[in-house]
């Protein structure tokens, strides 16, 4: 197999139970040390499949973690080992879960465009859930196999004119890995990553009118954007944390005063917002892409559309009810609801 790594996990199995593969992106460790969002999606996805008794395959990195079976070919996230080539690894991702597609009953694609350019090649449904358009130049891959792509938005938002889609399933977070805080920190927070599209320096600006005390985190993506505009304003009350594993993300998203996500464009969904309701820190959201799908106005953050407004909502946040933001989540962004209208999508496939 040329060198790739299998690794035996199990679960209870029953009657009506499935065999999905579920590929992820090999850019990161699923699930991601930090940064990953995609790789988070997968893991809850495939851990969730398990716990429901199906037979799942993940195929991801070596160093993995599954309660289903593994399948590696890359020994680590290309973006976390720079000696690996992306493409070579890719490719051989994509072709070994490809080369076994007679093994199971669905592939759930949750890895961008490639995947697709093998689907006419196996009988086995592909599923494929579209993360959001890194940029028009993918559209025709994905406008040359709508036909047998399944196309699932993980958005109303991010749904295409040109694509048919079988649903639109929001992501779910696993609500045991973020603790609920009822009283209202005192610092502001920014949470992903650094780069013009996310607004840090637009963060900077509302803690700045705001007098209060700023924190960001995530990595950075554009390391002149960083020098130039978040970098020169570093100090006692702006400080840059790096990026932040899953315990650091819950204490800093459960302390916060609110989360500031003031971005530039059409956000697919915003993981890090339903994460911060999970902890009960209000969200202020410029109100692109997805964010009026998350976030409720007046109940669980404000959707500004200037800075001027946002300001006006930090000095407002404190009187929302940091426990109806995390009912907001047990009822729409759980795990077990997204994994469940999968389960729904295969079983119907």
Known sequence: MRGAT?????????????????????????????????????????????????EVTLFATADSLTAGR???ESPAGYEEDLTLDAKVYESLHISAAFERAGEF??????????PLTYSRLVRTPVVTTIHGFSSPAILPVYRAYADVGHYVSISDADRHPDLPYRATIHHGIDLAEFTFRPEAGVYLLFLGR????????????????????????GIIQDQEYFADQVEPHLGP????????????????????????????????FGLSVVESLATGTPVIAYALGSLPEL??????????????????????????????????VET??????????????FTAL
């Open 105 to 114: 009953d669905v592939l759930s694609n949750q890895f961008d465009f490639l």
């Open 70 to 72: 593994l399948h590696a």
């Open 295 to 328: 976030v409720r106005p007046g109940e669980t953050g404000f959707l500004p559309h200037d800075l001027d407004q946002a300001v006006k909502a930090v000095e407002q946040v404190a009187t929302l009810n940091r426990r109806t933001c995390r009912e907001d």
């Open 194 to 217: 650094i780069h013009p599209h996310k607004g840090a320096h637009r963060a900077i600006e509302v803690a700045r009118r705001a007098g209060l005390p700023l924190v960001l985190a």
């Open 332 to 345: 729409r962004f759980t795990a077990q609801r997204m994994v469940a209208a999968y389960e729904q999508l």
């Open 237 to 268: 009350d702006v400080t840059y944390l790096g990026p932040v594993g899953p315990a650091e993300r819950d204490r800093l998203l459960g302390g916060a005063l609110a989360l500031l996500h003031l971005i530039s464009f059409a956000e697919p």
């Open 6 to 54: 299998d690794v035996a996990g199990g679960s209870p199995h029953y009657a009506g139970a499935m065999r999905i593969g579920v590929i992820a992106s090999v850019a990161h460790r699923t699930p991601p040390w930090s940064y990953g969002p995609w790789e988070q999606v997968a893991s809850t996805l495939a851990e969730g499949l398990v716990a429901l008794g199906h």
